[in-house]
């Protein structure tokens, strides 16, 4: 079966794509909001992950929290990457940026995809991300716009991932900044007014 996703087409000139990937026990619908405060022109595509834990969605299974089953996430990873490219043909958005916006579970997905599939999405705003896995190979991130929204109290994510994350994508040369939030898990006002910033200055 396919995703369950929701597409909006955009009203402007601008050929930009929002990727939405939501948290655990999200849904398609909860980053639409924040997308649309960023740039309401610009298209969304917006998938609901397939993967039900105790009746919440995501993406991936896990054993445990931050504990990934691998088996799974190298199998959902691949599911999502031919859905993104179906989608990009279905919806004509082959000559559009597309910009990942994830959280939590969403950004490990995120992370995964760009990892597996460098040419999923052009730049990415990964908020509260762990590393799911270390990529095995030199994986080429040239020209990748990446922003890394952290949590100073995050009671979830180790501080030691973003900070691992970030020098992992200088390492195969994205472009990269990282943010420090003082605040824990959950996305904040702050974290919309970084984004906002981080994305009027590169699009
Ligand atoms: C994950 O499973 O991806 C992380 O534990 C974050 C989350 O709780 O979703």
Known sequence: MDFIHIFKRSSSPKKICFLLLHGTGGDEKDLIPIAEEI???????????????????RYFKRI??????????????????????RAKVKYELED????TLGYS???????????TFPNAFNAAILIRPMIPFEPKENINLKDKKILILAGMFDELVNKEYPKRLFNILI????????????????????????????YYKNF
């Open 171 to 198: 390492e195969y040369k994205a472009i990269v900044e990282i943010e420090w939030i003082p605040y824990g898990h959950n996305l904040t006002f702050d974290d919309i007014k970084i984004i906002k910033n981080w």
């Open 96 to 99: 559009h940026k597309m910009i």
């Open 64 to 85: 445990a929290p931050g504990v990934f089953d691998l088996e799974d996430l190298k199998f959902r990873t691949k599911e999502l990457y031919d859905f993104i490219i």
């Open 39 to 57: 740039d309401n022109s610009v298209a969304i595509l917006s998938p609901r992950g397939k993967v039900i834990e105790n009746g919440m969605p």
């Open 105 to 115: 579970n969403g950004a490990n997905m995120a992370i995964s995809l760009l990892f």
